[in-house]
């Protein structure tokens, strides 16, 4: 890995001064493993935090477990998000825990606030108290005790590294991202389970591969195609009202599948044929360096890619603008101060983009 994996992402302006510069890096690979493009240092080694969310469903999906317990298509997109604690998600989250016969006190991911401002508000406003259902990794967890009790394993050790349920990830992981468990780093999530480091390009062949399965075995390719299926049938329950990977699977009409994570991390998965006619899937891994706490520029630099692509049209982009890829920044009193620039080009692309015509 290079000495400074990460570059210049997002430029921020004041009156023509800048003012602040994010840093980040990115990967986009295609799902036979090939790097389209990069910015920064490819082989940056880094959490997936929430955007691992997917292939950490894969076990239940794969094994039978969604079917053996009924789950729906919504039901199974929960399962891969951080959603944002609306009474629709915890609702959601209740009935699957009716079917598989535990309640929302066994997971151990704990309790926060709503990220839906408007929910939190009203539970406060009702004197209603907060509940592990409203944590946004509540549908992890409620797959991976679905995993679980399918399988008649130990219920209280579910986030141990070492129980058969979290080894069962890790390998998935692994396989999906082309690595082998020595070579992934492990540690704790904000919400207890395990995660996974490893390298940008191969988190970003696992996107290509879950949305372009086609090379992988039939148990595990009718799996992949469940998950991204159940992501973009039902957008609102990955995110949330507002949020970015919601708006952008809303926004690109069955193309993409999206999803974020803490820290500074976006991965999204491009359909085979968004980028011509023969063109395989296509993964993208995201880092911005200082974690974006304002969550601004990694969606400005998804967009940018996806622009300079070719993956939106004209209409998708701008139905995204307030995201994206470059905006403007106003004051409280709506004035005009800056604005906000994306600080990459990807190279090459036509030639790529050529040979899946």
């Not at 023509?16 to 940056?44: C, K, M, Q, W």
Request: proline fraction near 6%; charge should be negative; include cysteine.
């Amino acid at each position: 890995m290079a000495s400074n994996p990460y570059q210049s992402i997002l430029t921020l302006t004041r009156a023509n001064t800048i003012e602040s510069i994010h840093y980040g890096a990115f990967a986009v690979v295609d799902s036979s493993g090939r790097l389209i493009a990069s910015h920064g240092d490819p082989d940056s080694i880094t959490y997936l935090r929430s955007s691992s969310k997917p292939f950490q469903a894969l076990p239940l999906v794969e094994s039978g477990g969604a079917a053996y317990w009924g789950f729906t298509p919504k039901e199974i997109a929960i399962t891969c998000a951080s959603h944002s604690g609306t009474d629709d998600h915890a609702q959601t989250l209740t009935g699957m825990q009716a079917k598989i016969g535990i309640s929302q006190n066994h997971l151990q991911c704990g309790i926060h606030d709503p990220i839906d401002k408007n929910t939190a508000r009203n539970l406060i406003l009702k004197g209603e108290q907060l509940t592990p259902n409203r944590h946004n990794c509540s549908g992890k967890h409620t797959g991976m005790l679905a995993f679980v009790q399918a399988n008649n394993l130990p219920l209280e050790t579910y986030l141990d590294s070492q129980h058969p349920l979290q080894q069962r990830i890790l390998n998935t992981v692994c396989e999906m991202c082309d690595l082998e468990t020595e070579q992934v780093a492990i540690g704790v999530d904000g919400c207890s389970a395990p995660n996974f480091a490893m390298p940008l390009r191969n988190a970003a062949l696992g996107f290509a591969r879950l949305i372009d399965p086609s090379e992988l075995p039939p148990q595990r390719a009718a799996a992949c195609q469940i998950i991204t299926d159940a992501m973009i049938s039902h957008p609102d329950m990955v995110a949330g009202p507002g949020r970015f990977d919601t708006r952008l699977m809303v926004a690109a009409h069955d193309k993409v599948v999206s999803k974020g994570g803490a820290e500074g991390y976006q991965a999204i998965g491009i359909k085979p044929g968004v980028l011509g006619s023969q063109s395989p899937g296509i993964g993208i891994a995201i880092k911005i360096s200082d974690g974006d706490p304002s969550s601004r520029a990694r969606s400005a630099v998804a967009l940018q890619i996806l622009i300079q692509l070719g993956a939106l049209t004209h209409q998708e982009a701008q139905s995204l603008e307030q995201f994206g890829p470059n905006f403007l920044i106003y004051n409280w009193r709506n004035i005009l101060v800056g604005q906000a620039a994306t600080a990459f080009q990807l190279d090459d692309l036509d030639h790529y983009a050529r040979s899946y015509h």
